[in-house]
């Protein structure tokens, strides 16, 4: 059973930085783009970035509303994916999702599987 | 930025009739692959969102057959055959063709 489990939400000053991690299970992580999103209270859901596999040199690619500021990363040797999070801004106060990205495609295009999310409130 | 527009924004629906969502985008999903990225993706209250279906039409494993996607290019419909109590929710359309990858603003699917 893939599981994705996200740590590290809470409340944090604006302009302090965060670190959410995603501790995944049930599949071979290494073979997986790996993704972030995150959902406002009351608002529907906004991508936040991903991170290729090793072998696609493990780029990343990012929302302009976070381009900068945020960096997602992967560890394979621990199945773990990150998103560290600086200078934080109120508009970022959001549910926060470790996404896994479809295999088997030729361009990363879309999400299979979310964590059950990790709350940041950015609040002074 | 590709905007998704979806139609209707709430759905009251009786149970066991049909419901139907359309999703419009504001220029072609299909992909320089070959692919169209567009899913459709539930969210049950309180729950995370979940994906039903995949590349338009793929149903995603464990999904029911009572839900369909179809369309091309530009238009494409989600179709729930039997609509049931645990199908209460808000459904999303998403593209993932072109960066950054952008939602439908949320379609309200209540019991009559």
């Known amino acids: 059973e893939v599981q994705l489990v996200e740590s590290g939400g809470g409340l944090v000053q604006p302009g302090r930085s965060l670190r959410l991690s995603c501790t995944t299970s049930?599949?071979?992580?290494?073979?997986?783009?790996m993704g972030w999103a995150r959902q406002a209270p009351g608002k529907g859901p906004e991508w936040v970035g991903f991170v290729r596999t090793k072998v696609k040199g493990a780029t990343t690619e990012y929302a302009a509303s976070v381009r900068g500021r945020f960096t997602v990363s992967r560890d394979d040797s621990k199945s773990i994916a990150s998103l560290q999070m600086n200078s934080l801004r109120t508009e970022d106060s959001a549910v926060y999702y470790c996404?896994?990205?479809?295999?088997?495609?030729?361009?990363?295009?879309?999400?299979?599987?979310w964590g059950q999310g990790t709350l940041v409130t950015v609040s002074s | 930025d590709i905007v998704l527009t979806q139609t209707p924004l709430s759905s009251p629906v009786t149970l066991g009739q049909p419901a139907s969502i359309s999703c419009r985008s504001s220029q072609s999903l299909v992909h320089r692959d070959g692919n169209t990225y567009l899913s459709w993706l539930q969210q049950r209250p309180g729950q995370p969102p979940r994906l039903l279906i995949y590349?338009?039409?793929d149903r995603f494993s464990g999904v029911s057959d009572r839900f369909s996607g179809s369309g091309a290019g530009t238009d494409f419909t989600l179709k729930i055959s039997r609509v049931e109590a645990e199908d209460v929710g808000v459904y999303y359309c998403m593209q993932g063709t072109q960066l950054p990858w952008t939602f439908g603003q949320g379609t309200k699917v209540e019991i009559k």
């Open positions: 590349k338009i039409s």
């Open positions: 996404t896994r990205v479809p295999i088997g495609v030729a361009a990363p295009g879309g999400i299979d599987y």
């Open positions: 049930g599949f071979t992580f290494g073979d997986y783009v």
